[in-house]
Protein backbone atom coordinates (compact mmCIF):
# COMPACT_ATOMS: atom_id res chain seq x y z
CA UNK A 1 0.00 0.00 0.00
CA UNK A 2 1.26 3.30 -0.61
CA UNK A 3 2.60 5.64 2.36
CA UNK A 4 3.44 8.72 2.63
CA UNK A 5 6.74 10.84 4.61
CA UNK A 6 7.75 13.99 5.86
CA UNK A 7 11.02 14.75 7.16
CA UNK A 8 10.45 16.97 9.77
CA UNK A 9 7.75 16.84 12.86
CA UNK A 10 8.51 20.38 13.68
CA UNK A 11 10.22 23.06 11.87
CA UNK A 12 11.11 26.30 13.68
CA UNK A 13 11.92 29.36 11.90
CA UNK A 14 12.93 33.03 12.29
CA UNK A 15 10.75 35.24 9.62
CA UNK A 16 12.04 35.75 6.29
CA UNK A 17 14.26 32.59 6.68
CA UNK A 18 13.49 30.12 3.61
CA UNK A 19 11.70 26.82 4.36
CA UNK A 20 11.85 23.58 2.67
CA UNK A 21 9.58 20.71 3.52
CA UNK A 22 10.28 17.12 2.87
CA UNK A 23 8.04 14.56 1.28
CA UNK A 24 8.05 10.75 0.07
CA UNK A 25 5.69 8.95 -0.73
CA UNK A 26 7.16 4.76 -1.45
CA UNK A 27 5.91 4.09 -4.92
CA UNK A 28 5.36 5.28 -8.44
CA UNK A 29 3.01 5.14 -11.03
CA UNK A 30 0.46 7.80 -11.74
CA UNK A 31 -0.13 10.01 -9.05
CA UNK A 32 -1.45 12.94 -7.61
CA UNK A 33 0.30 15.01 -4.86
CA UNK A 34 -0.75 17.40 -2.69
CA UNK A 35 -0.05 19.46 -0.10
CA UNK A 36 -2.46 20.73 2.59
CA UNK A 37 -2.40 23.26 5.31
CA UNK A 38 -4.03 23.65 8.75
CA UNK A 39 -3.83 26.66 10.67
CA UNK A 40 -4.30 26.60 14.47
CA UNK A 41 -7.91 25.78 14.97
CA UNK A 42 -8.66 25.13 11.67
CA UNK A 43 -9.52 22.48 8.89
CA UNK A 44 -7.27 21.66 5.99
CA UNK A 45 -7.33 24.07 3.40
CA UNK A 46 -5.20 22.93 -0.08
CA UNK A 47 -2.15 24.70 -1.02
CA UNK A 48 -1.33 23.60 -3.92
CA UNK A 49 -1.11 19.97 -6.36
CA UNK A 50 0.46 18.17 -8.92
CA UNK A 51 -1.91 16.43 -11.53
CA UNK A 52 1.20 16.40 -14.64
CA UNK A 53 3.14 18.85 -16.44
CA UNK A 54 5.30 20.89 -15.25
CA UNK A 55 7.15 19.31 -11.72
CA UNK A 56 7.55 23.06 -10.29
CA UNK A 57 4.33 23.77 -8.89
CA UNK A 58 3.09 27.46 -7.79
CA UNK A 59 0.16 27.36 -5.17
CA UNK A 60 -1.51 30.21 -2.77
CA UNK A 61 0.62 32.80 -0.41
CA UNK A 62 3.96 31.82 -2.49
CA UNK A 63 4.38 28.10 -1.82
CA UNK A 64 5.61 25.77 -4.30
CA UNK A 65 6.17 22.56 -4.65
CA UNK A 66 8.92 20.23 -6.84
CA UNK A 67 8.08 16.67 -8.04
CA UNK A 68 11.03 14.25 -8.75
CA UNK A 69 9.61 11.51 -9.87
CA UNK A 70 12.85 9.22 -9.93
CA UNK A 71 13.21 10.53 -6.22
CA UNK A 72 9.06 9.61 -5.42
CA UNK A 73 9.13 13.64 -3.84
CA UNK A 74 7.38 16.13 -3.50
CA UNK A 75 9.52 19.12 -1.49
CA UNK A 76 7.30 21.95 -0.37
CA UNK A 77 9.18 25.60 -0.44
CA UNK A 78 8.92 29.27 0.00
CA UNK A 79 11.65 31.49 -0.47
CA UNK A 80 10.71 33.26 2.69
CA UNK A 81 8.45 32.44 5.42
CA UNK A 82 6.29 35.04 7.55
CA UNK A 83 4.74 34.63 10.96
CA UNK A 84 1.33 33.76 9.23
CA UNK A 85 2.74 30.68 7.89
CA UNK A 86 2.73 29.04 11.02
CA UNK A 87 0.59 26.20 10.77
CA UNK A 88 1.00 21.84 10.49
CA UNK A 89 1.69 21.24 6.76
CA UNK A 90 0.63 17.84 5.16
CA UNK A 91 1.82 15.68 2.21
CA UNK A 92 -1.23 13.88 0.50
CA UNK A 93 -0.60 11.48 -2.16
CA UNK A 94 -3.50 9.88 -4.70
CA UNK A 95 -3.17 6.59 -7.10
CA UNK A 96 -5.85 6.33 -9.59
CA UNK A 97 -8.71 4.69 -8.52
CA UNK A 98 -7.29 4.42 -4.59
CA UNK A 99 -8.02 6.44 -1.49
CA UNK A 100 -5.61 9.41 -0.35
CA UNK A 101 -2.60 8.80 1.78
CA UNK A 102 -1.33 11.91 3.86
CA UNK A 103 2.37 11.93 5.44
CA UNK A 104 2.21 12.45 9.39
CA UNK A 105 2.38 16.45 9.24
CA UNK A 106 4.99 18.69 9.86
CA UNK A 107 4.76 21.43 12.33
CA UNK A 108 5.91 24.84 11.11
CA UNK A 109 6.32 27.45 13.72
CA UNK A 110 7.74 30.83 12.77
CA UNK A 111 9.41 33.51 15.37
CA UNK A 112 8.70 37.01 14.54
CA UNK B 1 -21.76 27.19 -1.93
CA UNK B 2 -21.53 25.81 1.58
CA UNK B 3 -18.67 23.30 0.72
CA UNK B 4 -18.57 20.54 3.54
CA UNK B 5 -20.45 21.29 6.79
CA UNK B 6 -20.07 18.92 10.24
CA UNK B 7 -21.67 18.94 12.87
CA UNK B 8 -21.15 19.32 16.14
CA UNK B 9 -17.88 21.13 16.27
CA UNK B 10 -16.94 19.80 20.01
CA UNK B 11 -18.67 16.74 21.38
CA UNK B 12 -17.89 15.26 25.09
CA UNK B 13 -18.96 11.74 25.41
CA UNK B 14 -18.78 8.96 28.60
CA UNK B 15 -17.33 5.67 27.83
CA UNK B 16 -20.39 3.37 26.29
CA UNK B 17 -22.03 6.02 24.93
CA UNK B 18 -23.14 6.38 21.23
CA UNK B 19 -23.62 9.15 18.73
CA UNK B 20 -23.07 10.57 14.99
CA UNK B 21 -21.13 12.81 13.77
CA UNK B 22 -22.95 14.37 10.70
CA UNK B 23 -21.00 15.50 7.46
CA UNK B 24 -22.97 17.37 4.71
CA UNK B 25 -22.09 18.20 0.82
CA UNK B 26 -23.52 20.71 -1.72
CA UNK B 27 -21.11 19.85 -4.57
CA UNK B 28 -22.53 16.81 -5.45
CA UNK B 29 -19.22 14.54 -4.47
CA UNK B 30 -19.15 10.86 -5.61
CA UNK B 31 -16.65 10.10 -3.10
CA UNK B 32 -16.49 11.24 1.02
CA UNK B 33 -14.83 9.81 3.70
CA UNK B 34 -13.87 10.14 7.23
CA UNK B 35 -10.22 10.70 8.89
CA UNK B 36 -9.48 11.07 12.53
CA UNK B 37 -6.20 13.45 13.45
CA UNK B 38 -3.87 12.24 16.00
CA UNK B 39 -0.82 14.26 16.98
CA UNK B 40 2.11 12.68 15.50
CA UNK B 41 -0.20 10.27 13.42
CA UNK B 42 -1.71 12.48 10.40
CA UNK B 43 -4.63 12.01 8.99
CA UNK B 44 -6.02 8.01 9.35
CA UNK B 45 -8.80 6.99 7.20
CA UNK B 46 -12.04 5.59 9.24
CA UNK B 47 -14.26 4.81 5.89
CA UNK B 48 -14.91 5.91 2.78
CA UNK B 49 -17.86 5.78 0.15
CA UNK B 50 -17.48 6.36 -3.65
CA UNK B 51 -21.31 6.45 -3.91
CA UNK B 52 -24.90 6.86 -2.43
CA UNK B 53 -25.13 2.95 -0.86
CA UNK B 54 -21.57 2.21 -1.45
CA UNK B 55 -19.60 2.54 1.76
CA UNK B 56 -16.33 0.62 3.01
CA UNK B 57 -13.77 0.64 5.45
CA UNK B 58 -10.43 2.65 5.34
CA UNK B 59 -7.16 2.19 7.85
CA UNK B 60 -9.36 2.30 11.12
CA UNK B 61 -12.64 1.10 11.03
CA UNK B 62 -13.21 -0.83 14.12
CA UNK B 63 -15.47 1.11 16.62
CA UNK B 64 -17.22 3.08 13.46
CA UNK B 65 -20.01 2.75 11.38
CA UNK B 66 -20.80 4.73 7.78
CA UNK B 67 -23.81 4.48 5.63
CA UNK B 68 -24.35 6.59 2.63
CA UNK B 69 -28.07 7.00 2.08
CA UNK B 70 -27.97 10.05 -0.33
CA UNK B 71 -25.05 11.89 -2.35
CA UNK B 72 -24.92 14.62 0.48
CA UNK B 73 -25.01 13.03 3.81
CA UNK B 74 -21.73 10.88 5.49
CA UNK B 75 -22.62 10.01 8.79
CA UNK B 76 -20.16 8.87 10.96
CA UNK B 77 -21.55 6.74 14.16
CA UNK B 78 -20.16 5.39 17.50
CA UNK B 79 -21.28 2.76 18.70
CA UNK B 80 -20.03 2.51 22.24
CA UNK B 81 -17.46 5.01 22.68
CA UNK B 82 -14.27 4.41 24.04
CA UNK B 83 -11.32 6.78 25.34
CA UNK B 84 -8.98 5.54 22.49
CA UNK B 85 -11.68 7.28 20.20
CA UNK B 86 -10.67 10.72 21.59
CA UNK B 87 -10.10 12.61 18.49
CA UNK B 88 -10.22 15.58 16.03
CA UNK B 89 -12.37 14.28 12.95
CA UNK B 90 -12.49 15.63 9.50
CA UNK B 91 -14.88 15.08 6.96
CA UNK B 92 -13.82 14.69 3.12
CA UNK B 93 -15.41 14.71 -0.33
CA UNK B 94 -14.29 15.09 -3.65
CA UNK B 95 -15.34 14.39 -6.86
CA UNK B 96 -14.61 10.69 -7.64
CA UNK B 97 -12.32 8.38 -6.14
CA UNK B 98 -11.31 6.90 -9.82
CA UNK B 99 -10.38 10.62 -11.52
CA UNK B 100 -7.50 11.29 -11.78
CA UNK B 101 -7.89 14.91 -11.59
CA UNK B 102 -8.97 15.52 -8.29
CA UNK B 103 -8.61 17.16 -4.41
CA UNK B 104 -10.24 16.59 -1.69
CA UNK B 105 -12.48 19.67 0.42
CA UNK B 106 -12.52 19.22 4.03
CA UNK B 107 -15.15 20.39 6.71
CA UNK B 108 -14.20 22.22 9.67
CA UNK B 109 -14.09 19.26 11.83
CA UNK B 110 -15.61 17.75 15.20
CA UNK B 111 -13.56 17.37 17.88
CA UNK B 112 -14.44 14.38 19.87
CA UNK B 113 -13.47 13.85 23.69
CA UNK B 114 -14.52 10.33 25.62
CA UNK B 115 -14.05 10.11 29.56
Known amino acids: AQSVSQHNHHVILSEAASLELGCNYSYGGTVNLFWYVQYPGQHLQLLLK??????LVKGIKGFEAEFIKSKFSFNLRKPSVQWSDTAEYFCAVKDYGQNFVFGPGTRLSVLP | NAGVTQTPKFQVLKTGQSMTLQCAQDMNHEYMSWYRQDPGMGLRLIHYSVGAGITDQGEVPNGYNVSRSTTEDFPLRLLSAAPSQTSVYFC??????????????FGPGTRLTVL
Open chain 1, 50 to 55: YFSGDP
Open chain 2, 92 to 105: ASSYSRGAIYNEQF
